[in-house]
């Protein structure tokens, strides 16, 4: 499913709808509160318009709820919601805390978006190398595999994807691939240049060479080579 492209000014603008709500809550049903817990429904609201928009936006939503109390409540609660030195010090303590939040969203977000640059660029080195790569499990399993596995070996990924990866190993070659798979899984060792003949879609066999580092998790990142 694509994703809906989000406009500039998107963010600003469900800010301002965010804060307006909150307002109108503040207002009815919680207007039993009358002036107590002034930001009762404004720190969600700010914290909701930063992790939507980033800082910005939770900065704007921050700024329009301290304008929100100052100016448009007191009209409908016919009285003030700040008048002394205590509600001046929470109006503060809200500035702040909201600008915060404000600023770790805005992380978040760049956190998020270096996250999904680095998913794209393993896309792209999946795709586009001629080398075979793969993650598989020790569970028997490949969890996923690169393009080039089709062009070597003539099965389609979800072939590949959907039987244990000994089902294409030649007869001979199982145990000393199992003996390497053991080595990594449990030893934690690298594996370099191992080498075991894969069946193709046709019913040869095409030699391969591997090498292969496990991770966390009994998984192995690898690499092969058609040596045949």
Request: proline share 5%; charged share 20%; glycine share 6%.
């Amino acid at each position: 499913m694509k994703n809906t492209p989000r406009y500039a000014w998107q963010p600003y603008v469900v800010a301002v709808a965010i804060i307006a709500a909150a307002a109108a809550l503040r207002v009815w049903p919680l207007q039993a509160l009358g002036v107590r817990v002034a930001w009762v429904t404004f720190y969600p609201a700010v914290t909701l318009a930063a992790l939507y928009g980033g800082v910005w936006a939770g900065l704007l939503g921050t700024l329009l709820s301290c304008l929100a109390v100052l100016f448009l409540l007191p009209v409908f609660a016919h009285q003030p919601f700040i008048k002394d030195p205590v509600d001046w010090l929470g109006l503060s303590v809200f500035f702040a805390t909201s600008a915060m939040v404000s600023v770790v969203a805005e992380l978040m977000h760049r956190a998020h978006a270096r996250e999904k640059r680095a998913e794209a660029e393993l896309d792209r080195f999946f795709t586009l190398s001629v080398d075979m790569f793969c993650i598989a499990s020790s569970d028997g399993y490949f969890k996923r595999i690169s393009p080039a596995f089709t062009q070597t070996l003539g099965w389609s990924v979800e072939e590949i994807l959907a039987r244990p990866f000994l089902d294409f190993v030649h007869p001979d070659d199982q145990a000393a691939t199992l003996r390497e798979v053991e080595r990594q899984v449990v030893a934690g060792e690298t594996v370099l240049h191992f080498e075991n003949r894969y069946r193709h879609n046709d019913g040869s066999w095409r030699k391969l060479a591997w090498n292969s580092v496990p991770q966390p998790g009994g998984l192995m990142y690898s690499v092969a080579r058609d040596v045949t």
